[in-house]
């Protein structure tokens, strides 16, 4: 996963459909690279240009006392295969304002996650913009016999491609910009290759709690599979996982005066759900499915009376017949604190999981390697990343790294969350 990503408050969009044109410049499998760079550069110079048009003359000069003068505008692709990013690590931040070796072709299969990286320099800071997607299996198959067939013979793949009228899955945009920004990088897109309505990508409370017990899994099974002291794979997991924090919003008919209720668990509270699945990796999970959600809704159940059982989760822990929901003993228990100082203790509501419209939900997830929000709001931390290199052996590729690939697991989530409510509105 691009290092782009790290260290960096996202908002997530979403587009209900990509284009051919936009897809040719993102998809991996295609590396017309004359073609492609020629087109980069292309949109950049033109998206720059039409950053100042039909925009008062005090917008221009606030932003030049905020900002800075715009120092570049670029487009590239975004660095998809986890071998690559080994190389790139280290000239990123010069890459990052410049030309990007992965420019140049890639070595990922078509159903990685790919995208598009738009980038906004100014002398005081930098704007930054990425259309992630991937392909679907038919489309990958179709372009792999397309690609084993033609050779070196790159440049007529991108303008058919761009000139095709078939249809492209949807994609997430990730935005870390200014409103005035955002408006005029999106219309550029819209307008130039006739993208419909780009809006704000709502997760539905169930799916942050779902990418918390599969990130979970996905770091557990990996950690338990490695080859070092079981001590050392409880500190690992305690440094990615850190404090997890989840949040309880209110709406109003609950309680005026109390929005929300954070909820801190410790990270050796978490170790003990996964206890198994960490000393005997995936042996471990499949004895010993864990619910982990449930459990801390029963925790909170017992000790406040709200109910936020989500119920209805699309987890794959989900069909577990044999559910620990029992709370966690002391000392090791969460912790909660109202930021208000009212406290609930009227009769349940309903399950957060079934409805955004409902009285209480969890609205915000957030551990040592994320952070995630029902507002569209997404961060990854690039600590966890390092602590893992730093134990992975010698030799081995970043595709050994667990929590990339936990990462890149979260963020294709949020993109089939993206395409199912792309269909679900038609």
């Given at each position: 996963m691009d290092d782009l990503l790290y260290d960096t408050s996202w908002l997530l969009h979403t587009v209900p459909h990509l284009?051919?044109?936009?897809?040719?410049?993102?998809?991996?499998?295609?590396?017309?690279?004359?073609e492609l760079q020629h087109q980069f550069s292309h949109h950049a110079d033109a998206l720059r240009v039409s950053l100042?048009?039909?925009?008062?003359?005090?917008?221009?000069?606030?932003?030049?006392?905020?900002?800075?003068?715009?120092k570049q505008c670029t487009w590239r692709r975004l660095r998809s295969t986890l071998?690559?990013?080994?190389?790139?690590v280290a000239t990123?931040?010069?890459?990052?304002?410049?030309?990007?070796?992965?420019?140049?072709?890639?070595n990922s299969t078509p159903t990685d996650g790919h995208g598009l990286v738009i980038s906004l320099?100014?002398?005081?800071?930098?704007?930054?913009?990425?259309?992630?997607?991937?392909?679907?299996?038919?489309?990958?198959?179709s372009k792999g016999s397309k690609r084993s067939h033609t050779g070196s013979s790159t440049r007529p793949r991108l303008r058919a491609m761009s000139d095709s009228t078939a249809t492209c899955e949807p994609a997430i945009l990730l935005s870390k910009s200014s409103p005035a920004a955002f408006k005029a990088v999106t219309a550029y897109l819209v307008d130039s290759f006739a993208l419909p309505e780009i809006g704000a990508l709502k997760l539905p409370s169930a799916v942050i709690q779902t990418t918390l017990?599969?990130?979970?899994?996905?770091?557990?099974?990996?950690?338990?599979?490695?080859?070092?002291?079981?001590?050392?794979?409880?500190?690992?997991?305690?440094?990615?996982?850190?404090?997890l924090r989840i949040t309880i919003s209110f709406m109003p008919p609950v309680a005026p005066s109390l929005k929300t209720i954070d909820i801190s668990i410790p990270p050796y509270t978490v170790e003990q759900q996964y206890q198994s699945a960490l000393d005997e990796g995936e042996e471990?999970?499949?004895?010993?499915?864990?619910?982990?959600?449930?459990?801390?809704?029963?925790?909170?159940?017992?000790?406040?009376?709200?109910?936020?059982?989500?119920?209805?989760?699309?987890?794959?822990?989900?069909?577990?017949?044999?559910?620990?929901n029992t709370p966690a003993a002391d000392p090791a228990v969460p912790s909660t604190h109202a930021r208000?100082?009212?406290?609930?203790?009227?009769?349940?509501?309903?399950?957060?999981?079934?409805t955004q419209s409902s009285p209480m939900r969890i609205s915000r997830i957030s551990t040592g390697a994320y952070a995630i929000s029902i507002e569209g709001r997404l961060k990854f931390a690039s600590k966890p990343v390092e602590i893992v290199d730093g134990i992975s052996e010698e030799g081995e590729g970043d595709d050994k790294n667990l929590v990339r690939r936990a990462n890149e697991g979260l963020l294709r989530s949020a993109l089939e969350e993206t395409r199912k409510q792309a269909r679900e509105e038609g």
């Open positions: 284009t051919p044109a936009l897809c040719a410049l993102s998809d991996p499998s295609i590396s017309a690279v004359d100042g048009k039909d925009r008062p003359r005090y917008e221009e000069v606030e932003e030049k006392e905020k900002l800075g003068g715009l071998t690559e990013e080994t190389s790139v990123k931040r010069k890459r990052d304002n410049g030309q990007s070796r992965s420019d140049s072709g890639s320099v100014y002398e005081k800071a930098t704007y930054k913009f990425i259309i992630y997607t991937s392909n679907t299996s038919s489309a990958a198959n017990e599969r990130y979970l899994t996905s770091v557990s099974t990996s950690l338990g599979a490695m080859d070092i002291e079981t001590s050392a794979r409880r500190s690992v997991f305690h440094s990615i996982v850190g404090t471990g999970q499949a004895d010993r499915q864990v619910d982990f959600m449930s459990t801390v809704a029963a925790w909170i159940l017992t000790k406040t009376g709200l109910n936020i059982n989500p119920s209805q989760l699309t987890s794959q822990n989900n069909d577990d017949s044999d559910k620990e208000e100082e009212d406290r609930v203790s009227e009769t349940p509501g309903k399950s957060s999981a079934k």
